[in-house]
């Protein structure tokens, strides 16, 4: 039975395969992959389940039992992950059905797509740390083919440091997990974590995992993101809202899965390390996101903040603090993506990208310019809406921690937030029109619906906490407790 928890990463990438012998036919390259996400959501649902019934599951490949073999563990942080990628990837692909060009469409982009999620949801599941770095490269090589798709100078250039950061990124990551091997003779995350209990975090082992941090900082956009912001800016709407809403966040997996199973003992030289990283990200990130006037550079800065705000919680480190970070990673995934959409179509009907070239567009997009509103407010962390819960739970944990500067930089930050946002509600949203009745380019439903249904994702996930607080405990326990996890990896046959 435990071979579903292959699915989400197995179907999308057979799905990708296929579609790439029908590239002429759009509405099977379309319904096929949005069919894959939606199946992926159902498994990923029902996976989920049965790790409140069962506990954590397990996947030997080939029958080889843990350590020797490969395999994909299951539990509730992995799996919630695995379904808000479902959820997201199913309505950014609604949106591209209506504002990718065909030509492109033809290009492979439906299967760059499947390959691209199969990447994301490999990472959230792999139990070794090779496969992890394998399941990056699945998501980055997508990756890489779905920035440059236009073929635009900006998107070209942008596309060439991209690919150049993350080979470097990807280098350092091998030479970290070779000393890894060489020194515990292991890659399994459950054995590793045993192996590191036994003779303890030597410097050797504290210098491996700052690497590991350094790797994991270049994909999140952990201080490290001067990539980030050009790069997430110039795709296509759809691609941007996958980018900002997914890429990341696999980064931010990877730094909690490795700094609460394997190294954890010398906290006070690895957390304090990531407190110092998200505080500065903090506060660089707030500084981008007024600066510019340019409304993807506003969103992407906005994406760094959060990286910031999340990695607040794995420094502190308590059940609450790391609580609050998964409730804030989920509402995050969806609210990023929403964002990124906004920002787009308010590109495709003003064919402007700075804010003080646009204005009065809530005078023909009433529905469009409300939405903007309620991505603002729940970006602020403004009750009821999906981000409140995360932020109240990580500053709550904050103060349990005594990190009252990181406390006092995350809730400042969530100011600058609501700050740049509201600046570019008042700009381009109030004010008179500069859209003639003649130039108005018509909002297509297939822009406005998913933009609506992530708004309401978002009302729902704030309102509706309840249900998935008990997923969120069980994650934010195994993630506290890394016993739990290495039991379940090890010793339950």
Known sequence: MNNIIAMPMMIPILAGILLI??????????????????????????????????????????????????????????MLLVLTTSIVAAICLVYAFSSTEKSYEHMFFYPFINFLV?????????????????????????????????????????????????????????????YTYGGLGTLNFAHLSERIAEQGQTPMLTVVSIVFLIVFALKAGLLLFFWLPGSYSVPSTAIAALFGALLTKVGIYAMFRVFTLMFYHEPHITHTFIGILAGVTLILGSIGAVAYKDVRLIASYNVVIAVGFILVGLAVATPTALEGSIFYLIHDMIVKALLFLLAGTMIAVTRETRIDYMSGLIRNYPLFGWIFFIVTLALAGIPPLSGFIGKVLVGQGAVEGGAYILLALAFISSIFVLYSLMRVFLTSFWGETIISKEDKIPMKKGWIIPCVILAAGSFILGIGVEPLTVYVKDAAEVLANPQIYIDAVLYDN
């Not at 996976?47 to 509730?76: C, K, M, T």
């Open 21 to 78: 012998f029908f590239r002429h036919n759009l509405k099977l390259q379309r319904w096929g992959s949005f069919s894959v996400m939606i199946v992926n959501i159902g498994i990923s649902a029902y996976i989920l389940h049965q790790i409140q019934q069962n506990g954590i599951l397990r996947l030997d490949f080939g029958g080889w039992e843990p350590p020797f073999g490969i395999l994909f563990v299951a539990d509730s942080f992995s």
């Open 118 to 178: 199969a990447g994301v949801n490999g990472s959230f599941l792999t139990g070794d740390l090779f496969n992890l770095f394998v399941c990056f490269e699945i998501m980055l090589l997508a990756s890489y083919v779905l920035i440059a798709f236009g073929g635009r100078k900006g998107q070209l250039r942008e596309s060439i440091k991209y690919v150049i950061i993350n080979v470097v990124s990807s280098w350092i990551f091998l030479i970290a997990i070779a």
